[in-house]
């Protein structure tokens, strides 16, 4: 039986690295001293059509493509012309579901009306947008550049122009940032005309501007505790303006759960495009080169872009599946479970990190306060 | 050419005693006592420049690494003296240089008539140093006095030739000057060996009678034995007796070395070589003991013969309880080697099974602890060094403790510590500090003498277990790794002593129990609470850390309960990175160790049992220093 395969394809540029962020992105200067986006990325959705080839010849389903993201790095660089070609392409090769999502993740900074237009005529229906923070020395010890207007501006362009989904994206923790700031970023971010959010808490990666800050002693880590206290106040107020959690950091309502999310959750297939994409087509994952310049080369010499791939095992499969499906509203079915493990979470149904309704109905779910010790659970789970 | 062809050289069991010195060599650790052993061995041509290796008398590669010889050994040098033209037999009897292994050093000078103090000429005389060479003179030893490391830029010879004619009662012009490395006055030193330290004299018609000065267990050879005959003889036709057990042993071989052994028909009056019986455990053959023979025992025993007596102890847990058996095996193996080391098998809650250990002082423990590690591949921990206390209980019955968990917890009439006489050799200016961190450590002063004009004695009491307590590292750190340390135990004191507990959630960790003085108790209470707050992670509940005396609560500190424990991202990319998290935490929960509900990391066990100074040697050795 096959499945059907989700895309996501990598958009490996930014104007400039954000301090905390540590993904795999460069700038124009780094992959070529005194280029530009324009330059460095000539050619580069050719070399991702390229690849789709790949993926058409291995992939064996005849299932037309449910879902589609745009991510990176700042997608929103490329001209939307070309990622109309490759969208067309993709289209050619596997067909599209009627309802298909495409979505793309934009810069606030990086968009005008026209931009947004030509994006939504490419065929992308998604949008979400990178606001962060309403707090300008929020985003400024974030080292992000927009400006907090220009947010409500793109917002509301996105929606003229005819996206159904729009979606920001926040982030919490942020050191110096207060629980004012917070609640105010919240009040920003729901004055805006969307139908989804994510928000996250900074994690302090490991190799970044901001974890070098931190380790000098310049900007304290974020706390733990507070960080708690800020999920638990998103949560409230954005269950009253009428959005429901549906994965742990992400909230939705009028039905704008972005799709492609649910795919990895659920352990779906799809193939990732572009330098350093993963991918995951039963129970197997491979990963591409991590370097553009790495990743073009290959391309270009008609070799796979694969770096890395492994077979999960059974063990593998059903910690993937634990540990991923425990963070959806819905749970995990309490079937699906050895004895040991459920012996092993039962405390937490009477000091309240599991819900009890959802245990007598026959699944593990988590309640509010388990939330937030998501990975606490799923390690009595599996150990 | 003073050297002898070894073959036309006086034989073993034939020498006249008018023909032997025997000496030993006292220096502290670097002061270069294996270099100059070296080039006496070249010089006398007992090895040649073919065989010849950088400190040849050290075995141990421990030993060889950290410069310090833990095991004497005996060396027959052959010499022919450029003053009189005569031919001598010098024996060279190694001595260890380390406060922890006195007792053997005793026996060492008791084995010899003559001493060559060496002093490192840049560095000047050090606290154990000194105390070997008062020893050395009570036992009425000739002393020469010797600079070392003439060579060097930074040499003081007159300075410290003055130092040294103070303490010794000679002239500055009496001191030799010699260079181990480059062999610069090492032949006038063999010959003023043989000139001013007098021959030994024995009865060669007594009943053989000979001081064991070492033991040292060999695998394929088992216990081979050091010996200074006194008087008779030994053979190998002889079977021979210990005289403070009375057993009785063949003899199967007895030797020289000269440095690699050498078997003999026998050892004479004033001879020093080796024997082997075929005993296997070194416990039956110790240090101090008289040898005699069977057939025509002595009646009278050379003195100065003491059991070893552990000093310090400590508890040795495998980090994987699965280790237990390798580790009982390996201790096994080391006391066959080691009279001095007991132990006793050992359960904590905490840490497991393991083995409370004894040892004659730190360094004693730390090169045991690390023998174990290297040669077994064994990884431990090791709980904080106790001394043993004497406590007598509400019934006047006393108990010996050596490990906090067996301290009584009801009526206590009093508590006796072992206290030490310490002496401290640095430069003045350290005076204060010096002073300051004894009072600290409840010392009492004894008194203080100049040296020179710039270096001082301080003589103090101290309880041992002060010492025993990073005391050398901060002596180390407030002197600038001046001064130097000795000590010598001197009875015991009773003392306003108590135990700590150290408690999780209310749940007593044994492992963190210590017997600590009264005014004290609070520092180390505080000290462990705060110390394991930071180690130990947050748990699902709030885990209160108290540090108690009894039922009485001291110190206080809690954990607070975990509020998030949760990965906010995980998209495509994330996922296996997530799992692969996962599968480390798993293996990181099998090395959790429950107490009571509380899961602690056993990195929070080794981190609360290691002082600051611990970690920085830790960081040296890694850093190869």
């Known amino acids: ?383 | 050419m003073p050297a002898i062809d070894l073959a036309k050289a006086p034989q073993p069991a034939s020498t006249n005693p008018a023909q032997i010195r025997n000496f030993c060599i006292i220096a502290h650790i670097d002061h270069g006592k294996s270099t100059l052993a070296d080039r006496m061995l070249g010089i006398t041509e007992v090895v040649d420049q073919r065989n010849m290796r950088a400190q040849y008398l050290d075995r141990m590669d421990i030993e060889r690494e950290r410069g310090i010889t833990i095991k004497s050994q005996a060396v027959r040098l052959p010499w022919r003296s450029g003053l009189d033209g005569q031919e001598y037999i010098l024996n060279m009897i190694d001595t260890p240089g380390h406060v922890d292994f006195n007792y053997e050093v005793s026996r060492s000078l008791a084995a010899s008539e003559g001493a060559v103090l060496l002093v490192d000429c840049a560095q000047g005389i050090e606290a154990q140093t000194l105390a070997n060479l008062y020893l050395a003179m009570e036992n009425n030893l000739t002393i020469i006095p010797v600079l070392n490391k003439i060579d060097l830029p930074a040499a003081q010879p007159e300075k410290f030739a003055e130092e040294l004619a103070k303490l010794i009662g000679c002239q500055p012009e009496d001191c030799l000057r010699v260079s181990g490395k480059t062999g610069a006055g090492v032949t006038e030193l063999l010959d003023q060996i043989v000139k001013q330290i007098p021959a030994p004299v024995g009865d060669p018609n007594a009943p053989a009678r000979a001081l064991i000065f070492d033991s040292v267990y060999d695998t394929y050879r088992g216990v081979v034995t050091y010996v200074r005959v006194v008087d008779g003889h030994l053979s190998t036709r002889d079977q021979i007796q210990m005289f403070s057990t009375g057993v009785r042993h063949e003899m199967l071989e007895v030797g020289v070395i000269s440095p690699e052994p050498v078997v003999s028909k026998g050892l004479g009056v004033g001879e020093v070589g080796y024997v082997i019986t075929g005993v296997k455990d070194v416990r039956q053959s110790r240090v101090g003991d008289t040898i005699t023979t069977y057939h025509n025992p002595t009646k009278v025993a050379l003195s100065g013969y003491k059991d070893p007596k552990p000093m310090v102890f400590s508890g040795l847990f495998p980090l994987d309880g699965a280790e237990y058996p390798m580790l009982r095996e390996a201790l096994d193996k080391l006391q066959l080697n080691d009279a001095a080391l007991v132990y006793e098998p050992e359960t904590s809650a905490a840490l497991g099974f393991g083995f409370r250990c004894g040892f004659l002082g730190l360094l004693h423990m730390e090169i045991v602890r690390e023998r174990l590690e290297r040669e077994a591949g064994l990884s431990l921990i090791s709980t904080a060094p106790s001394v043993v206390y004497r406590v007598v209980k509400g019934d006047g019955k006393d108990l010996i403790v050596t490990n906090p968990s067996e301290f009584p917890n009801d009526k206590i009439e009093a508590v006796f510590e072992p206290i030490v006489r310490a002496t401290v050799l640095a430069p003045s200016e350290f005076i204060g500090a010096i002073m300051e961190l004894c009072q600290e450590r409840r010392g009492t002063l004894l008194g203080m003498d100049y040296l020179s004009e710039d270096r001082v004695e301080i003589r103090y009491t101290l309880p041992l277990a002060e010492i025993v307590f990073d005391f050398f590292d901060q002596l180390k750190s407030k002197t600038r790794g001046y001064a130097s340390l000795d000590y010598e135990p001197i009875g015991e004191a009773e003392g306003d002593l108590v135990k700590v507990d150290i408690l999780l959630q209310s749940e007593g960790v044994d492992a963190f129990s210590a017997i600590v003085h009264k005014d004290k108790a609070y520092a180390y209470g505080t000290m462990m609470t705060s110390k394991l707050r930071e180690l130990i992670p947050r748990q699902q509940f709030e885990v209160p850390i108290q540090a108690a005396i009894g039922s009485r609560i001291i110190a206080r500190e809690s954990i607070r309960a975990i509020r998030k424990d949760v990965l906010a991202k995980c998209y495509g990319g994330d996922i296996s990175r997530k799992r692969k998290l996962l599968e480390k935490q798993k293996e990181g929960k099998k090395r959790m160790k429950m107490v009571g509900r509380v899961e602690v990391p056993q990195e929070a066990f080794i981190a609360a049992l290691t002082t600051d100074a611990d970690v920085d040697k830790a960081k040296a050795k890694a850093k190869g220093q």
Not at chain 1, 300 to 322: D, Y
Not at chain 1, 327 to 333: C, F, K, S, T, V
Request: one cysteine or more; glycine letters at 8%.
């Open chain 1, 1 to 383: 039986m096959s499945r059907p395969l989700s895309f996501y394809i990598h958009i490996p540029y930014c104007v400039k690295r954000c301090g905390y962020c540590d993904f795999n992105t460069y700038t124009p200067g780094e992959l070529k001293p005194g280029s530009d986006v324009a330059e460095v990325s000539n050619g580069y959705i050719d070399l991702v059509i390229q690849e789709s080839k790949i993926a058409r010849s291995q992939v064996k389903s005849d299932e037309k493509i449910p879902t589609i993201f745009f991510g990176g790095g700042t997608p929103t660089l490329m001209e939307p012309d070309d990622l109309g070609r490759l969208l067309k392409s993709l289209e050619n090769d596997f067909g599209f579901t009627r309802d298909i999502e495409i979505t793309i993740e934009a810069n606030p900074d990086t968009v005008s009306k026209e931009k947004l237009s030509a994006l939504r005529s490419a065929g992308i229906n998604r949008i979400s947008f990178g606001m962060q923070s309403a707090s300008a020395h929020v985003l400024a010890t974030l080292d992000r550049t927009h400006n907090p207007d220009n947010v409500v501006k793109a917002t509301s362009w996105a929606r003229q122009v005819g996206f159904e989904n729009v979606s920001v994206d926040l982030i919490y923790g942020t050191p110096g940032e207060s629980m004012e700031d917070w609640e105010r970023t919240i009040e920003s971010a729901l004055a805006l005309p969307i139908n989804h959010i994510s928000a996250y808490s900074l994690i302090v990666e490991s190799g970044t501007k901001l974890a070098a800050q931190v380790a000098r002693g310049e900007i304290p880590m974020p706390d733990d505790d507070q960080s708690a206290d800020k999920y638990l106040l998103a949560d409230q107020q954005f269950s009253a303006a009428g959005l429901n959690w549906y994965e742990l950091s992400n909230w939705e309502r009028d039905g704008g759960a972005c799709r492609h999310n649910i795919a990895y959750w659920k352990g779906d297939n799809w193939w990732g495009l572009g330098p350093g994409a993963h991918s995951h087509l039963d129970g197997a994952r491979f990963w591409n080169v991590k370097h553009p310049n790495a990743y073009r080369e290959r391309i270009e010499a008609e070799l796979s872009p694969i770096m890395e791939s492994e077979q999960l095992t059974s063990a593998q499969m059903e910690s993937e599946r634990v540990m991923l499906g425990i963070r959806l509203p819905q749970g995990l079915p309490k079937s699906s479970l050895t004895s040991e493990s459920l012996a092993a979470i039962e405390s937490y149904l009477t000091s309240g990190e599991l819900s009890k309704e959802s245990w007598e109905d026959g699944r593990v779910s988590l309640t509010l306060a388990g939330r937030l010790v998501a990975d606490r659970i799923v390690r009595e789970i599996l150990m």
